[in-house]
């Protein structure tokens, strides 16, 4: 079994870091680079509607020697299972196993504008990728009958073929905001994607995880619970807080359709459905410099690691002693120098909190 870094460190509760990356071109590589000489952990590669996030993973690997490496996220539907099952089996070996599947479903608006996949039944698709994932990675000869896939086609002439690669371990995450979700990553995940998350509210998310685990005879610590934030040591927090809210108005006014937000939906289940709603109301129209001042300066603050060393550092705490067990970040900078030094310090950080006790 694959060993997450919540399994690894649950003796002592650290909290690990990985970073956002797109490592597309040299200054890419280089953070990645440097991002392992600091001690990180993990790099994530986004996928929206720029570049995918596979191809970047393996010039990284190719770069790298012990930083895990892992899409962050891949849209479900754009690719068949067998098809990813494939290419992360790949991946797998051109890291020497360093490799993590990030799945996630999206939503309507770019599967069906971009990738021209009709946005249906999303758990169950889910489900079924990663069951045809783990059947093709083991060794398994594929044969499914899905609600969403079957295979071979009925009444067609495949055949139900066994992977001529050898079995590999890929250790999948998946990104989940909604109830079924989170229960469903609980049951089959080795790791959560998360965002939208605050610590206040931790258990919105954990709750799901956790009776998702203990479905499956597992438990809540046998996940790796990855959390997104952006981070920005500096004395200016006012400053720094109003700008980072003022980000959050495209993902509630944006990332989704006017009836289908999943970001929306999330910070709402945490108490912030009216001021969401009135974001996306102003966004929708037309209006985006109101929308953007309308975002609760509260939300870019405990959305991030905002303020001197030492508001960061009691903010990593609250991570830490919620559960959470790494943070997937993106630190402040314009240059390569200034995102590595950034990067540096909450390292610094990251080290001294993990030699104090949980509180």
């Not at 055949?159 to 229960?183: D, F, M």
């Not at 200016?236 to 980072?244: C, N, Q, S």
Request: charged share 20%.
């Amino acid at each position: 079994m694959f060993i997450t870094p919540s399994m690894a460190y649950l003796s002592d509760m650290s909290l690990t870091i990985g970073i956002w990356a797109q490592p597309v071109d040299q200054a890419g590589l280089d953070f990645v680079i440097e991002a392992e000489r600091l001690g990180v952990d993990s790099a994530w590669v986004p996928e929206f509607w720029g570049y995918d996030a596979l191809t970047p993973i393996a010039a990284a690997a190719a770069v790298t020697d012990r930083i895990r490496l892992a899409s962050g996220i891949v849209q479900l539907g754009s690719r068949t299972p067998a098809m990813l099952a494939m290419t992360a089996m790949s991946l797998q070996r051109l890291s020497e196993g360093r490799f993590i599947l990030g799945i996630g479903t999206s939503g309507p608006q770019v599967m069906e504008g971009w990738h021209g996949v009709p946005f249906s039944k999303p758990v169950t698709r889910t489900r079924e990728t990663i069951e045809i994932i783990r059947m093709i990675t083991s060794g398994e000869r594929l044969h499914y009958d899905g609600a969403v896939y079957h295979l071979p086609l009925a009444d067609g002439q495949g055949r139900a073929l066994r992977c001529a690669a050898p079995p590999v371990e890929v250790p999948i995450y998946i990104a989940a905001l909604g109830p079924k979700n989170l229960h469903l990553t609980g049951e089959l995940a080795e790791g959560w994607i998360g965002n939208s998350f605050f610590c206040s509210t931790a258990d919105i998310f954990f709750d799901g995880l956790r009776a998702g685990a203990e479905s499956a005879d597992r438990s809540l610590s046998e996940l790796d619970l990855t959390v997104s934030v952006g981070v920005e040591i500096t004395d200016d927090v006012e400053e720094a807080g109003r700008r980072h809210a003022e980000g959050f108005a495209f993902t509630f006014g944006a990332m989704g359709s006017a009836s289908t937000n999943f970001y929306n939906d999330a910070f709402a289940r945490q108490g912030w459905g009216d001021a969401v709603a009135e974001v996306q109301r102003l966004w929708l129209a037309g209006d985006r410099e109101a929308a953007a001042a309308a975002v609760p300066v509260e939300i870019g603050l405990q959305q991030n690691l905002i303020g001197p060393p030492q508001e960061v550092k009691r903010r990593l705490r609250e991570y830490r002693d919620c559960g959470v067990t790494t943070l997937r970040i993106a630190p402040s900078g314009d240059t390569l120098d200034e995102r590595v030094d950034a990067l540096g310090q909450l390292m610094d950080l990251v080290a001294d909190i993990n030699t104090e006790p949980v509180s």
